[in-house]
């Protein structure tokens, strides 16, 4: 028998027979006729959703994931990020970036660090 190709919605791809469709799974989202990883910096949490930029002082540094990790508790206190990161490389205001080890420092006391991404 002749099988019917079905259109699918956004968020969905067609199964090998191309006769239903089923949701991307988390971690996934629809291009094309198949799904795609979500890209560093992104994620998505639920089936069938696209990816989302991860929010400021959260990142992705793998493709794939299902939610975005906090800086703060991954790479410590004072890191964080802008939206769509992949790495936690700005510091947070009070804190400066330090190039010698590549990590946010405690702003010295004199020294002026008010705003997100300070340098000394």
């Given amino acids: 028998g002749a099988s019917t190709c079905t259109a699918c919605k956004p968020g969905e791809k067609s199964n090998e027979l191309r006769t239903s469709c089923l949701p991307c799974e988390r971690g996934t989202e629809a291009d094309g006729d198949a799904c795609r990883l979500c890209s560093k910096g992104r994620a998505n949490a ?4 696209p990816c989302r930029d991860c929010e400021a002082g959260k ?62």
């Fill in 46 to 49: 639920v089936a069938g959703a």
């Fill in 59 to 120: 990142f992705s540094n793998d493709t794939g994931a299902i939610e975005c990790s906090r800086c703060e508790q991954l790479v410590g206190i004072g890191h964080t990020s802008r939206k769509g990161a992949s790495r936690c490389d700005v510091c947070e205001a009070e804190y400066y970036w330090d190039p010698r080890d590549r990590s946010c420092r405690s702003c010295p006391h004199g020294a002026s660090c008010q705003s997100p991404g300070s340098t000394l």
